[in-house]
């Protein structure tokens, strides 16, 4: 079991300051273990129940009588399974003082983030939990956790081809029954056409046109399916950022399938060796990096845009907080350069600073603002962004 050290660090530190905290996540990304492990370490009374047993579903038949006693921390998964807990919990989040805090699990549904924020706003975090990150797993298997992608069972397996099929088991059980629980009535082949071509646009800029052409459906339908697939937190939609410059910019966001395994999968990728011959190379590893660097800035969604012009000045990645502003470009090569793209984007967009992260081994200076960074040096080279770093 590998310990995730910085989610249990962040997980206790939320639930210091709220009295229910959420993690969130895809199926089968490690939610339970995760809180599992802060279980273990729990210095008071532990509560646990599983929404998909019957058995703690009967428990929970008169919620307020099971949850109204109990001190300490309890832990409830799979609570999408009821919502109506979300009522309960603000009365039991109120009490002062506060005998026990309640640790939630659930799949990113869009329902179940509606009502957890609308029915306890000002009482609830989440936090999110992404695959297994390089610093979790190590950065000498940096590129298995590529290939495989995070997911614990999939980075975990015996053998690429295990994991593969892993993977090919995920994806069948994520369109056939997780999707029309999230509210998509399309078969479940169909949907796997779309997550494909999805896969396919890997590291592009969204085209609704394109999509619905192919479907036959509205642009305002595809759009419902990306975002819904975007609430499962199996796409990141990179939203454009737009600067008051005279300029044309990009105004659709851009599509990367969250988690490398998959899209290795959607694109019939097995091992490395396909991989590194691959059209989808330098897309694959640009998704990549740049989870890697999102993980490890610590940056919500909100925080993160990509930066274009019709003109071809473009910024992979822009983390802005405040006044803070940090540009990131991805490339698959030993010794980047600076381009003219990159000037401009640094000097029009007022960056503080400018990374170019790529898959050499050294990181070095190449002017005063811009730097080469080294994938491998992510956790030296680059600072998580706290409230302190604002």
């Not at 940096?142 to 495989?148: A, F, K, T």
């Not at 059209?279 to 640009?286: D, N, V």
């Not at 050499?360 to 811009?370: F, P």
Request: charge should be positive; proline fraction near 4%; charged fraction near 25%.
């Amino acid at each position: 079991m590998i310990q995730r050290l910085d989610h249990l660090a962040r997980l206790r530190a939320l639930l210091a300051e709220y009295p229910v905290a959420a993690i969130l996540g895809a199926r089968q990304v490690g939610k339970t273990t995760l809180a599992d492990q802060l279980k273990a370490s729990w210095q008071t009374p532990v509560h646990q129940f599983d929404l998909e047993r019957q058995s703690d579903l009967a428990r929970l038949a008169d919620a307020e009588l099971a949850l109204e006693p109990l001190k300490g921390l309890v832990v409830l998964d799979e609570i999408q399974r009821m919502p109506d807990l979300f009522a309960l919990l603000r009365v039991l989040a109120d009490r002062r003082p506060l005998p026990a805090r309640f640790l939630v699990l659930g799949s990113a549904a869009p329902e179940l983030l509606r009502q957890g924020n609308e029915t306890l706003a000002g009482r609830l975090t989440t936090h999110v939990l992404n695959g297994l990150s390089l610093r979790e797993v190590g950065f000498s298997n940096q590129n298995r956790r590529w290939l495989r992608g995070g997911f614990p069972r999939a980075y975990l397996a015996a053998s690429d081809g295990a994991s593969w099929d892993w993977r090919e088991d995920f994806i069948d059980t994520f369109l056939e029954r997780d999707l029309p629980q999230l509210g998509i009535r399309v078969g479940a082949s169909t949907m796997r056409r779309f997550f494909t071509m999805l896969a396919h646009y890997h590291g592009q800029v969204w085209n609704a046109a394109q999509f619905a052409r192919n479907f036959g459906v509205s642009n305002a339908s595809v759009r419902r399916y990306l975002d819904i697939l975007t609430s499962a937190l199996v796409v990141r939609q990179l939203q454009p950022w737009h600067e008051n410059l005279k300029k044309r910019q990009v105004k659709s966001p851009k599509i990367y399938l969250s988690d490398s395994g998959m899209l290795h999968a959607l694109l019939g990728i097995t091992e490395f060796r396909e991989l590194e011959a691959h059209p989808k190379l330098g897309a694959s590893w640009e998704g990549f990096a740049m989870s890697q660097v999102i993980e490890r800035l610590g940056v919500r969604p909100h925080e993160c845009y990509f930066w274009a012009t019709h003109t071809g000045a473009e910024l992979d990645l822009l983390v802005t907080r405040g006044m803070k502003r940090q540009g990131f470009e991805f490339k698959r090569t030993s010794a980047p350069a600076i381009t003219k793209s990159m000037r401009i984007a640094a000097e029009d967009l007022g960056l503080s600073r400018f990374f170019v992260v790529h898959a050499g081994r050294h990181s070095y200076d190449l002017s005063g603002k811009i730097r080469a960074v080294a994938l491998s040096d992510l956790m030296t080279e680059i600072t998580p962004w706290s409230p302190a770093t604002q």
